[in-house]
């Protein structure tokens, strides 16, 4: 990493930290060291809701999120998702590694300084076959300015904040 980069992301840190108060007073406690960004609810069944309703496997063939129907719902690790269609939600559960957001639908840039923030489907890359998200569009812009070295020190990084609660990074 550059030390252009290295500045850059100092300030993009600082604004992180800013926009991270209203997701983290948003974040269920109970729910707060679980590895997967998930809303403060509640589905039918019991379990919380991933990616706040949006269907993972149409990132993946359009590139939009469409929005899940609770008629189709999976669960994967103890977290419900929705899909928009019978077809959506087998091709899921067939292989659910591979449409599930990495770092648990946190913002990669987040992960990447060392933060869980509100991963958005509005703002989300596909590399290597791989869905990222990120917070807004500010920070996802700044994504784009270093691909690889965000994504390669998120990866670095998600270990260590894996299962610790947003109140303590």
């Not at 087998?90 to 840039?109: I, K, R, T, V, Y």
Request: glycine share 8%.
């Amino acid at each position: 990493m550059t030390l252009t980069t290295m500045k850059s992301v100092r300030l993009w840190t600082s604004a992180l930290v800013l926009s991270s108060v209203a997701t983290m007073s948003l974040v269920n406690p109970a729910v707060a060291a679980d590895e997967y960004n998930v809303t403060n609810s509640l589905t039918l069944t019991g379990q919380p809701l991933g990616l706040h309703g949006f269907d993972p496997v149409s990132m993946f063939h359009d590139g939009t999120a469409a929005q899940g129907n609770a008629a189709f719902t999976s669960e994967h690790d103890g977290v419900d998702y929705y899909f928009a269609s019978a077809a959506a939600q087998g091709e899921f559960d067939a292989d659910p590694a591979a449409h599930l957001p990495q770092f648990g639908g946190f913002c990669a840039f987040g992960v990447f300084v060392g933060k869980k923030l509100d991963g958005d489907v509005r703002y989300a890359d596909i590399v290597d076959g791989k869905l990222y998200l990120f917070v807004n569009a500010a920070i996802f812009a700044k994504y784009l300015e270093d691909q690889a070295a965000v994504i390669e020190g998120a990866h670095a990084k998600w270990p260590d904040i894996k299962s610790t609660q947003i109140s303590d990074l």
